[in-house]
Structures are given as C-alpha cells and as structure tokens.
C-alpha cells in the first residue's frame, strides 16, 4: 500500500505558488478532482466559458520536483497509478536536494512496487541517493536486489564505496567486477584509484589494467593515477604519468601542483604553476591552496602576497579553504596582523578557519592568544576537534603554560568528545618535559590508554635533550630505535645528549652504529626570499656565486660577536676535530649562510626571513641574537617546530625552546 496520505480531495487546492506556470491564468478559480486528474478554471469575463482539460500528472510531479515543491509533488504521486521513470528520477533528484532520506524510502516503496526496482538505471539513482546520505547498507542492498547490473550500477556502488573511506570493500569489489568480466569504463578505474591511494600493490594493478584496456590516457584516469602515486609519495611516477597524459585539464594540473607541495618539493609546485600559467589553462581553488600550501613552505611572504592579489582578482576568497590556506600561509611566513585580518573577513568559519587562526598563535609561541581564540570558537557553537587540540596544546607547551594545557587535555573527553590520540598524548609530555617535570612526562606515558607511538616517546627526548637527562633518553631511544629504526635523528639526538655530558665513548658507539646500518641523517636546508626570488643553502653550498662573501662576512661576524661574549657551542660538532676546526663547521650551517646572504643582499632596516627544515641548533639560535643587536635588524626565523622572532638581541621564545 502508498504510504502517503490520502489524495487531497478537489476542494483542497495546491497553493498559489506552487502551480505549474501556464497552467492557470492569474483569474482562475481552480478545483482537482480524482484521477484522471483535471483542473477546472472559468475566466472572468462575459464571453469565457468553464472548460475542463485533463492534465498530465507525470509532468506536473516534475515541474513540482523542479520548483523544489516535493511535499506537494508526493501528494500528486499518490493519485498516479502509472508513474513513468522519469518522474522517479525527478522525484529522487528532489530527494537528494531536500536531503530528505525519509522521503526517499517512501520514494522507493512506491517505486518497488510499480517494478522499477529492476530498472538499472534508476538503481544507479538511488544508490547515488544513498551514497549521500551516507546510507551504505541501503546502497549495497539496492545493488544486491538489482538483477541487471549494468557498468553504471557497479560504478555507482564503487562510488559510493569510495566516498564513504570503505577502501577495502571498492577493492573487493573492483576485483568481483574483474572476475565477472563486466566492461569496464574510464570511471571504473577513477573511483577504484581514489580508494585504493594507500596501497602500493593495487594502485599498480589498476594502473596496470588501465593500461592494458587503453584508458590511462583518459584525463580523469590520468589526474587520478597523479593523486594516487602522490598520496603513496612517489613523485616521480606522478610527474611521469602527468608528463605522459595527452590531455591535461584543470585538474589534471592541481594534481601535480599538490603532489609536489605535499611532498617537500615546494619549488617544483611552485614551477610548475607558471607553467600552467603558461598552457593558458586558469586554476581553480585547488589549484590555489596547494600554491598557497607551496609559499607557506618555503617562507615566501612576497610570493605569498601575490598569490593573495591573484585569490581576490579571480573571487576565490570566498571560497572557505582558500582564506583558510592564507592564515596558515600568513602566519608561517610571520605576518600575523595579515593572518588576523584574512580570519576575521571570513563571513562563515568552519572549524577549519579556527583550526589555522589557533596553529598561528601557538607556531608563534603566543599561548594565551590561542587559548583566548579557542575559546571564542566555543562561545560561537563550532565544536573543537582532535586537530584544534594538537594546536592549543601545543601552544601551551612552547610557553610553558602547564595548568592550562592540563586543564585543556582533560576537559577533551568530558566536554568535548574527542578522545585523545597519541599527538595530544605527545603535547602534554612535550609540555611537561620542556618544563623540567619529566618524571611527570613519564607518568602520563604509563596511563595513555594506547599504545605510546614514535610522537610521544620522541617528545620525551626532546625534553631530556633540553634538561640532559642521559637516562630518560635512553629509554626512550629503547622504544624509538624499534619503532623508526630507519630514524637516524635519534641516534643523532641521543649522541648529542651523550657528547652534552662528555659520553664521548657513547657517542663513537652510536656514530659507528648509524655507519653500519647505513642509516643517512636529513641535511639541513634553509631558505631565504630576497627581492622576490627564493634562494635555498645547504650546509656544503659552494654553488651559489656570492658564497665566498657570504663565510667573510660570517667570519668577520663571528670576531666581533667574540669581543662581546659569545662563545661557540662546538659540543654541537660530532667530529674528532679541534675547536677551531669544530667553529668552522659551525659557521657553515644553512641557517647562518642565508642570514648572511640575507644582510647582503637586503636594504638596510629590511625585516629577514628564514625558513629550516629542521631544528634551529643552539648555536645558531645565540648567533641571530646577536646579529639582531649588531645589525639594527628583525629576523624571523620559522624552524620545524616555530616561530622565533629576534630583535635588540633577544628571542620571542625567551630561550624557551
């Protein structure tokens, strides 16, 4: 039986606004009758005549379905005894715009029992419908119940599998498909791509089979095969497909510009956006977080405004994730105030746009800032989520705020809902560590309710590190050297521990253990924008053509910061050398050549930026000071953990780092 009420009786008419336009004049008097449905209307003039004229209730329900009149367009349903295909698919299009998925069962009583349920094209409908409902079990069971599958049904479902991050299920069934010997088409292998980007034996297999079947060239197979080797971190073979593909389109483009910028090749995104530039082909706002995300790398506030020119010349900026890209940009290049202003012009923030205002603060060691935001978020009714406490937990950790972290960590579950994971784990050890208050650090480790990961023991390290505790760190090595023992950072970490408390022998023990497993420690790397151009050093660069100005004047530094009580950290230097040789390695790390590449070639009062990828050493932490008094200057310098601001000789992290 129809499981809507009764049809409305001839003397309830549909309102005004909802009757189809040209079916009644502005002065008709209207009634319905029982089906055949008709309309009665008289014009009010002397010569018109009532007349009937029996109107087609198929074509009614989809003009109502159109006019977003679906209530109405059920109720015409009930009175229909021969409701055509058409009309369904009206009527679960209705469905998906109302988001109504009370309606759509209803929908799909009615149509299983006129005998559409067999047809597969509306199968594909409904398990599109179900699909953005986030209703698998109904998909699956549309897809079960469908004797005739056609390619649409099975890409239907692999869709709505895919969606739904039930990567292992579109794999199955990708297979099945095989197995069944059903054709496949190019979006076949685009969905099964998407699901299967974590693993490396069936993205070769689909990429494979695609190949085979002649559809790798397609554009959405090609983009999509860029997107999966990306998420692997195989760049190469992104750029080789990406090379390869004979037609690229937008997002055949804003794949490889992601892969590069997701994979630590910002320079090569960014590149690679001149020449899509170049192919005449206009981003979209994919394309422009990703450049975006590149310039927020790289630390290149002059480029990263520039894109911001282009963001509001093309109307991206209202779009959310793109502001939201800005603030992050803004803030890891050290503009706070732009970050400020590009948060506070966004009409309606996600909790995203809270997320990248509250990351700010905290990479700029402003604590009470990010909490004072965090709490604006709350009083504004959007729910803070597992990464918004990974922010403010971690801002409370670079300034020492420790009853107010304590505070934030418990109040997660109790007021929040968000069970911790092993990041907020690892902030609150980081908080305590960094605090002297390790055998606390330890206790929280003791009562984590999972498994302590690489994060939290490496946040313990960090911390003995800071207060050279050799025999905290060497338990926490125990569980590193198992958990990541392709790491050579903690061997490196610990034998700086070990050379800190004169173990020299530990130390040779160590270095003769990375030799043997051939591990290779990252090389530090630090980059510099200078009018407008970015310039990258590495500890060993000899390719840049002022480098020989760049160590004279290093060494001239270096005199003169001697005569005013600096003294170097040569405990720094691993190597069996003199001091004099051990100041000389000091004197070549990436982040003193580009200061002094950056004093150079910047004019005189002009703020430097620097960006590393890895840990600001101490040494060079007490040189920048030092630098900043001498030259009258403020240098910001963003390591992988924060922000330091250095002016008149002192750090905004007041050597709490």
Not at 321 to 335: Q, R
Request: aromatic residues 8%; charged residues 20%.
């Amino acid at each position: 039986m129809w499981p809507f009420a009764n049809p409305p009786s001839p003397q309830t008419p549909l309102p005004p606004q909802s009757s189809p336009k040209g079916f009644l004049p502005k002065a008709a008097s209207h009634s319905y009758q029982k089906t055949p449905y008709t309309i009665k209307f008289s014009l009010h003039t002397p010569s018109s005549e009532t007349s009937t004229r029996p109107v087609n209730n198929n074509h009614l329900i989809q003009i109502l379905c159109n006019r977003g009149h679906l209530k109405q367009a059920l109720l015409v349903l009930s009175g229909e005894p021969n409701p055509t295909q058409k009309t369904y698919e009206y009527l679960l299009l209705a469905c998906a715009r109302e988001n109504s998925p009370s309606d759509a069962s209803a929908v799909r009583r009615r149509l299983i029992e006129d005998g559409f349920d067999q047809d597969p094209f509306i199968s594909t409908k409904l398990i599109n419908l179900y699909s953005q409902f986030n209703s698998l079990d109904d998909a699956r069971e549309v897809f079960e119940k469908t004797r005739e599958k056609t390619i649409y049904v099975w890409n239907a479902l692999l869709r709505a599998l895919a969606l739904a991050g039930a990567d292992e299920e579109v794999v199955s069934l990708y297979r099945e498909m095989g197995r069944s010997q059903i054709a496949f088409d190019s979006f076949s292998y685009s969905h099964a791509l998407k699901a299967c980007a974590g693993s490396e034996r069936a993205v070769r297999e689909v990429h494979g089979h695609a190949l085979r079947r002649g559809f790798s060239s397609c554009v959405h197979v090609s983009t999509t095969l860029v997107d999966a080797y990306a998420r692997l971190g195989w760049v190469s073979f992104s750029r080789r497909v990406f090379d390869e593909a004979p037609v690229k389109n937008v997002f055949t483009w804003s794949a490889i510009i992601a892969c590069y910028a997701k994979n630590g090749s910002p320079f090569e995104a960014l590149e690679l956006f001149r020449s899509m530039a170049g192919a005449n082909v206009l981003p979209n706002s994919v394309t422009m977080v990703s450049v975006i995300q590149a310039c927020a790398v790289l630390l290149v506030l002059g480029h990263g405004k520039l894109i911001h020119a282009y963001v509001l010349r093309r109307g991206f900026e209202s779009i959310v994730p793109v502001p939201n890209a800005l603030i992050v940009m803004y803030a890891k290049c050290g503009d706070l105030e732009l970050a400020r202003r590009v948060f506070d012009g966004i009409r309606k923030r996600d909790v995203v746009s809270w997320n990248s205002m509250i990351l700010g603060y905290a990479i700029h060691g402003l604590g009470r800032e990010a909490i004072q935001v965090f709490e604006e978020m709350v009083d504004s009714g959007v729910r803070p989520n597992i990464v918004t406490f990974v922010s403010v937990l971690g801002a409370c950790s670079h300034i020492g705020l420790i009853e107010e972290g304590q505070r934030l960590f418990e109040s997660m579950a109790s007021e929040y809902g968000v069970t911790p994971i092993a990041e907020h784990y690892a902030c609150v050890v980081d908080l305590l560590g960094r605090a002297g208050r390790l055998n606390e650090a330890c206790e929280i480790i003791e009562e984590m309710r999972i498994e302590p990961g690489p994060a939290v023991w490496g946040a313990l390290l960090g911390a003995c590190r800071i207060h050279n505790n050799v025999e905290l760190a060497e338990r926490a090595c125990e569980h590193l050297f198992g958990l990541e023992p392709t790491n050579a950072g903690n061997y490196v970490l610990l034998a700086n521990i070990y050379a800190e408390a004169e173990l020299w022998d530990e130390v040779n023990r160590l270095k003769k253990t990375v030799e043997e497993k051939g591990l290779q420690k990252v090389s530090g790397c630090s980059w510099i924008e200078v009018k407008k151009k970015i310039y990258s050093f590495t500890s060993v660069d000899e390719l840049n053509p002022q480098i020989e100005l760049v160590h004279a004047l290093l060494v001239k530094l270096s005199g003169e910061m001697k005569e005013s009580g600096y003294v170097p950290n040569t405990k720094l230097v691993l190597y069996d050398l003199n001091d004099q040789e051990k100041e000389e390695l000091l004197l070549g790390h990436s982040e003193k050549l580009a200061l002094a590449f950056g004093l150079i070639n910047s004019s005189k009062g002009e703020t430097i930026r620097i960006s590393k990828n890895l840990r600001l050493c101490e040494d060079c932490h007490s040189v920048t000071k030092f630098v900043s008094r001498f030259a009258n200057r403020e240098i910001i310098v963003r390591d992988v953990n924060r922000f330091h601001h250095f002016r008149d000789g002192r750090c905004s992290c007041a050597d709490y780092w």
